[in-house]
């Protein structure tokens, strides 16, 4: 039984600012074994037990008992990355790049895309054909995930070529294994996808506030340090947004501790160069001048003039 239940492996999904006035806009994928997944939701469900809470969102972290249960949810989250239990996939995406500064952009189908170019990393990083996949994102991602998303991927293999040609560049030296079960889940439900928010909210927003984020960071660090850097004045945050940069100190902080290479000097955001130690944090870029986003499609009475 146990051996069957290894060869299951979960995903759980969200994402964050895609479809709101923020520049930048990230999705967090979560997968491992059915076994693994099923008791780490169980770990992460005690935390919330605990503490009397029924749901953390990372846009809701707005006093100290919160930060309490983010952080112990990041400390259950990385001792599943160290022991391989877990991977964990964060794609993040600028809305003002040129891929996709263009007048009339879907960003519902942009987002549609960007899950499709996450799968590939997270199935090429688990690099294991003997298994079935389940998809579980949360069930306020406005996607028909079976139609949009499964069925392409599906219908992807070695020798066949997309209906989508464009859509399906990435894929198409990839054959994908069978998805068993894809079905969307009560964020409020499933503290795993509330991990994912977690992960996608933090590491956006580390992108999205960078000019107030890194400097924050920097004192931080030098409180009690001698500093190369001279930092005069105290960076001037909102109470919400200082609640969010401690979570997110709290996760640069124990990825260090555990050499987890999440780095933040060079771009001043969260960023990875190594997917080794299962967490991989890719900021895409616009692969060519053919790499535009999608434009909504006109409806009839626009097209009639009507």
């Known amino acids: 039984m146990a051996n069957d239940c290894n060869k299951r492996h979960l995903i759980f999904s969200d994402e964050s600012g895609w479809n709101a006035v923020s520049r930048f806009a990230s999705l967090a994928k979560i997968s491992g074994t059915y076994e693994h997944t099923k008791e ?28 309490t249960v983010a952080k112990e949810f990041l400390s259950i989250g990385y001792e599943y990355l160290r022991t391989n239990n877990i991977k964990v996939h964060i794609l993040v995406w600028d809305k003002q790049d040129s891929r996709h ?6 960003d ?13 990393v997270l199935l090429n990083h688990w690099n294991n054909m003997d298994t079935s996949w389940e998809f579980y994102p949360d069930e306020f991602t406005a996607i028909d995930w079976e139609n949009d998303v ?3 991927i599906k219908n992807t293999r070695i020798g066949k070529e997309p209906n989508h040609p464009q859509l399906f560049e990435a894929f198409r030296n990839v054959s994908f294994p069978a998805y068993q079960n894809t079905k969307e889940l009560k964020s409020h439900n499933y503290p795993i996808i509330q991990l ?8 956006r927003t580390s992108r999205d506030e960078s000019a107030l984020f890194y400097p ?51 771009f ?6 190594t997917k080794k130690n299962n967490i991989f944090i890719w900021h895409y870029e616009p692969q060519g001048d053919f790499d535009k986003a999608p434009i909504r499609r006109k ?3 626009d097209i009639l003039n009507f």
Do not use: P
């Open 216 to 266: 924050w960071y920097c004192q931080k660090l030098n409180e009690n340090q001698t500093s190369c850097f001279d930092f005069d004045d105290a960076v001037d945050l909102s109470k919400s947004l200082s609640y969010k940069f401690e979570v997110m100190l709290d996760f640069k902080k124990k990825a260090d501790s555990y050499k987890m290479g999440i780095s933040i000097n060079k």
């Open 40 to 67: 780490l939701n169980s770990r992460l469900k005690q935390v919330l037990d605990t503490h009397g809470k029924k749901e953390l969102k990372f846009n809701e972290i707005n006093n100290k008992q919160k930060i």
């Open 299 to 301: 409806r009839a009475d």
């Open 196 to 203: 994912a928010d977690l992960y996608a909210g933090l590491v």
């Open 108 to 120: 519902l189908e942009n987002l549609k895309m960007m899950y499709y170019k996450n799968m590939k």
């Open 101 to 106: 500064n263009i007048i009339g952009r879907c």
């Open 150 to 152: 499964i069925a392409f």
């Open 268 to 273: 001043k955001y969260f960023t990875t160069y």
